[in-house]
């Protein structure tokens, strides 16, 4: 320890804040946005769509099949510059293969 440099801890300081900000960036970004919402008079939830994502399939009705420990960071970036992804894939049993649900907060005061 002896050793360490001034640039060196801050090098590691500005690191963790980065990660910190990186793994905390969905939760603020979800703050902000449901603040927003509901300043505009909107769903808190769904911003009036009556419908959200689900979170086993992200919307698309797919699964990969494996589960959360088959993540190949090399093919999911070969799919997203639109190539064919080579791990197979199966329909979601969360949503049906829909891939959303209908909003628990706003469809129902709709619905009329």
């Not at 360490?4 to 946005?33: H, M, Q, R």
């Not at 080579?86 to 979601?92: G, I, N």
Request: positive net charge; proline residues 2%.
């Amino acid at each position: 320890m002896d050793h360490i440099t001034a640039n060196e801890i801050a090098g590691l300081g500005v690191g963790s804040f980065l990660l910190c900000a990186t793994i905390y960036a969905p939760k603020v970004d979800a703050f902000i946005s449901n603040s927003q919402r509901s300043s505009l008079g909107m769903c808190k939830r769904c911003g009036d769509l009556r419908l959200i994502a689900c979170t086993g399939c992200k919307g698309t009705g797919r699964v990969k099949e494996g589960g959360l420990l088959s993540f190949n960071m090399l093919d999911d970036l070969y799919e997203s510059l639109g190539g064919e992804s080579t791990v197979k894939t199966t329909r979601c049993t969360k949503c049906q293969a829909k891939g959303s649900f209908c909003c628990p907060d706003c469809s129902k005061l709709r619905s009329v």
